[in-house]
């Protein structure tokens, strides 16, 4: 059944109000396209190298899966440290570099890490929307310990996932939506959980901007704008 939002009838600009999703391993959503990721935490400590790359699009899932893994390993986040170029004090245990590709980041600091890593049997997971040898690194040794490294990728969503994600975002906006909106809305756009985000954001705000309940008709009104560009 449709949620009926109560809302004022004059037009409303909506608030960029903050939605936060859960985050545990109870909200994890399952699919074919994210198992091997979810089998990749589910066997720490015990991976087959100390260093592992996670690998997807955005929206598919990495950081819900890295936030798990931090839990489970109490992972010290090296993010700042490596893109700050700060040295990273040595000690045993796992760490946490997320986004790799997105922001440059000192080389020789990872470089320095994974040995850390390696020494001390410890595990580093790294997470990115592309494949390491894709990063335009220029330091060969890096280069050379990140091919020796376990790589996991996250596949392209299926329509199960999609809608799961779907309902999950409007969940986590406190908005309940029916099975035949979702489906229409999977049928018509793009294959990315990325898309999915983006086109739930942009029903709910119009929604609010205009005071109404969501309908299929609104949700086809945003699928058919995104399509303009």
């Known amino acids: 059944m449709s949620l009926t939002v109560l809302r004022d009838k004059t037009l409303q600009l909506p608030l960029a109000l903050g939605h936060d999703p859960a985050a545990d391993r109870d909200h994890l959503l399952i699919s074919t396209s994210i198992m091997p990721a979810i089998d990749l935490i589910d066997r720490w400590p015990v991976w087959r190298t100390p260093v592992t790359v996670l690998v997807g699009p955005p929206g598919s899932g990495k950081t819900h899966l890295?936030?798990?893994w931090k839990g489970l390993s109490q992972a010290r986040v090296v993010t700042e440290e490596l893109r700050e170029g700060r040295p990273i004090a040595p000690r045993q245990g796992a760490f946490l570099f997320e986004d790799a590709d997105r922001v440059p980041f000192d080389e020789t600091g990872l470089f320095h890490l994974i040995n850390t890593v390696r020494q001390h049997n410890g595990t580093l997971l790294i997470t990115a929307r592309s494949l390491p040898q894709l990063w335009q690194l220029t330091l060969p040794d890096l280069k050379s310990r990140l091919a020796?490294?376990?790589?996991?990728?996250?596949?392209?969503?299926d329509d199960v996932?999609?809608?799961?994600?779907?309902?999950?975002l409007f969940a986590d906006r406190q908005l309940?939506?029916?099975?035949?909106?979702?489906a229409y809305i999977?049928?018509?756009?793009?294959?990315?959980?990325?898309?999915?985000?983006?086109?739930?954001?942009a029903i709910d705000k119009l929604a609010l901007s205009r005071g109404r309940r969501i309908t299929r008709a609104l949700a086809a009104e945003v699928l058919t704008e995104r399509e303009t560009f």
Not at 148 to 157: K, N, S
């Open 66 to 68: 890295s936030t798990i």
């Open 186 to 201: 999977v049928t018509r756009m793009e294959r990315s959980l990325d898309a999915a985000s983006q086109i739930v954001d």
């Open 161 to 168: 996932l999609l809608k799961q994600v779907i309902f999950k």
């Open 176 to 182: 309940e939506v029916d099975d035949r909106l979702v």
């Open 148 to 157: 020796a490294a376990t790589t996991v990728e996250i596949g392209p969503p």
